[in-house]
């Protein structure tokens, strides 16, 4: 069993930045971001391999978020750069049970953390 806790969230102004940790008890491979917005789907964000050689991103964070992983810490992080206001959601960290990445079909979820940003 793994279980996820996620922390970093808060209010920025749009532009600003904000840097989410996943910290995992337990065994984990490949992991991934997602955020829910209210009144929509929860949606993928960016995933990455055990190794952490290999990342996807959606579209829409391209080039502002990178996703990172400390496996001595058993950690992953999302920075957030350029936050705009389509990016106020609440963020969830996912594990899986494979090493590869893939956008649904997690196994195990944090309890999610809110990022709220201001225009």
């Known amino acids: 069993q793994v279980q996820l806790v996620e922390s970093g969230g808060g209010l920025v102004q749009a532009g600003g930045s904000l840097r989410l940790s996943c910290a995992a008890s337990?065994?984990?491979?490949?992991m991934a971001w997602f955020r829910q917005a209210p009144g929509k789907e929860r949606e993928f964000v960016a995933g990455?391999?055990?190794?952490?050689?290999?990342?996807d991103y959606v579209d829409s964070v391209k080039g502002r978020f990178t996703i990172s992983r400390d496996n001595a810490k058993n950690t992953v992080y999302l920075q957030m750069n350029s936050l705009k206001a389509e990016d106020t959601a609440v963020y969830y960290c996912?594990?899986?049970?494979?090493?590869?990445?893939?956008?649904?079909?997690?196994?195990?979820w944090g309890q999610g953390t809110q990022v709220s940003v201001s225009s």
């Open positions: 337990g065994r984990t491979f490949a």
């Open positions: 990455i391999d055990w190794s952490g050689s290999t990342t």
């Open positions: 996912a594990a899986s049970r494979v090493n590869f990445i893939v956008r649904s079909s997690y196994s195990y």
